[in-house]
């Protein structure tokens, strides 16, 4: 196992499950000083006993106003981030006819003001030449009508990363977009088992290489970001999609 992260200090939002995850117990296998966060107690819990020693587990809720203060005050002490990936996000779907404020602003709360307060608060607490992914998702691309918000905040996440790059680049710290597809995760729970059965056959049927991805294989293409191997790339987006959008 390399140790890309050796010494380094990454804090990944959303890192209870699926790729956050995974990519978050590869970083401290690699030798990184993890801050994880999450909502769910048992899962924040888990990844406790998983991520023993020199590692920061702690609840946040992306959607909270105050979400960016918070991890803000986290990082009052010790040395400055290295790394940050901007994972946390949710989805639903509805139909254009019933979407209404409240889905609305749910959807976006978390998945779009939650990362720009976070950059907000965060910015500052980045060391020179750090590096800033956020996750996106194919959707952006897509164009399914039952997806219209989930799309727009997605989206959104790659128009920010491309102004963080043009605004961070002086202090050499580099801002780029993972654009998952299909990932066989739980970030498709929220659907029937009839509905998610169908919705991942089609999907299938589109792909170049036949087959969903695993947490891990997104995971990885986040922790190239995320290290030194990607040193000249900023503003960039990376699909890790099977084939899902060819461009």
């Known amino acids: 196992m390399t140790q890309r992260f050796h ?3 990454i804090l990944v939002t959303g890192a209870t499950s699926g790729i956050g995850r995974e990519g978050a117990l590869r970083i401290a296998r690699e030798g990184g000083s993890i801050i994880a966060t999450g909502r769910d107690e048992d899962k924040l819990a ?18 909270a106003p105050d979400t960016g203060i918070k991890l803000a005050s986290i990082l009052e002490t010790g040395r400055p981030l290295d790394g940050l990936w901007l ?4 989805a639903e779907v509805a139909d254009v006819e019933s979407i209404d404020a409240d889905f609305f602003d749910r959807m976006m709360a978390a998945n779009v003001r939650g990362p ?11 060391a020179d030449g750090a590096s800033v992914v956020v996750t996106s998702s194919t959707s952006t ?8 918000v989930y799309a727009a905040t997605k989206a959104a996440l790659i128009a920010l990363a491309r102004c963080w790059a043009s605004a961070l680049g002086e202090r050499d ?10 990932i066989d995760t739980e ?17 299938t049927s589109r792909l170049a290489l ?6 891990e294989e997104a995971a990885s293409v986040a922790l190239f970001l995320l290290s030194d191997d990607a040193s000249f790339v900023t503003g960039a987006q990376y699909a890790v999609d099977g084939g899902l959008v060819m461009n």
């Open 173 to 182: 710290i580099r801002v780029n977009a993972l654009v998952p597809g299909p």
């Open 141 to 148: 691309y897509e164009g399914s009508s039952m997806a219209s």
């Open 46 to 63: 888990t990844l406790r006993a998983e991520l023993p020693g020199n590692n920061l587990i702690v609840s946040n809720d992306a959607a």
């Open 87 to 90: 994972n946390a996000g949710f």
């Open 187 to 203: 970030f498709r729970s929220f659907m029937t088992p009839a509905f998610r059965k169908q919705f991942e056959a089609d999907v």
């Open 210 to 215: 036949s087959r969903v991805g695993t947490a």
């Open 116 to 126: 720009v307060l976070q950059m907000a608060a965060l910015a500052d607490r980045l």
């Open 7 to 9: 010494g380094k200090r």
